[in-house]
């Protein structure tokens, strides 16, 4: 596609629900991000996807938390058991190769747990 | 932990006044950019400086580099209604983007 999507674009969901984010990146991007975003926060480091390589985790906040990448393309971010604290933004975005350049965001994911 | 912090938290100028604000950032870097975020969109990429470069100009943009002080400035010159966003900036280490918490800029008519 033209540019990185997610879906949905918004998902309230109760406490201990599990939900699933999607990110469809740009096609040809051979590196994917996850970035979480609290209210008027800055975006913190979830995990990153790079080719065939094993994927950072590193900034995965506990193990409720996972993500995959199927074909080197579509993402999924799993959370499961859904807390209140995981209520944010959580932003996808692609980039063309290993060394970092330009990341193309999309327009993000609003997940509200109640 | 965020690499980068940005200064000040929250700019309003006046349209055609220009606005500036600073990143500082803890360890060595690849490069630095910069995003601008409107409310509830996605961010979107301004300009790359790498890390052997002083100075880069984009249009109405301009940033600069201080590695040895290891802060980076970006100036926006005669500022418009729509340049109303938040700006971050980013460092690149190895090979992850960190972002500080961001200026929120607001250009008043």
């Known amino acids: 596609g033209a540019g990185v999507s997610q879906s949905p674009s918004n998902k309230v969901t109760e406490k201990g629900k599990d939900v699933e984010l999607r990110c469809d990146p740009i096609?040809?991007?051979?590196?994917l991000y996850w970035y979480r975003q609290s209210l008027g926060q800055g975006l913190e480091f979830l995990i990153y996807?790079?080719?065939?390589?094993?994927?950072?985790k590193s900034g995965l906040p506990s193990d409720r938390f996972s993500a995959e990448r199927t074909g080197g393309s579509v993402s999924t971010l799993t959370i499961q058991r859904t807390q209140q604290e995981d209520s944010a933004v959580y932003l996808c975005?692609?980039?063309?190769?290993?060394?970092?350049?330009?990341?193309?965001f999309g327009e993000g994911s609003r997940l509200t747990v109640l | 932990s965020q690499q980068g912090e940005e200064d000040p938290q929250a700019l309003s100028i006046q349209e055609g006044e220009n606005a500036t604000m600073n990143c500082s950032y803890k360890?060595?870097?690849?490069?630095l950019q910069w995003y601008r975020q409107n409310s509830g969109r996605g961010l979107v990429h301004l300009i790359l400086?790498?890390?052997?470069?002083r100075e880069k100009h984009s249009g109405r943009l301009r940033v600069t580099l201080d590695t040895s002080k290891k802060s980076s400035s970006l100036l926006i010159t005669a500022s418009r209604a729509a340049d109303t966003a938040s700006y971050f900036c980013?460092?690149?280490?190895?090979?992850?983007?960190?972002f500080g918490a961001g200026t929120t800029v607001t250009v008043r008519a």
């Open positions: 096609s040809g991007h051979t590196a």
């Open positions: 360890t060595s870097i690849n490069n």
């Open positions: 980013a460092t690149d280490t190895d090979y992850k983007l960190s």
């Open positions: 400086i790498r890390s052997n470069e």
């Open positions: 996807f790079q080719g065939n390589s094993a994927p950072d």
């Open positions: 975005a692609s980039s063309l190769g290993v060394r970092t350049g330009e990341l193309f």
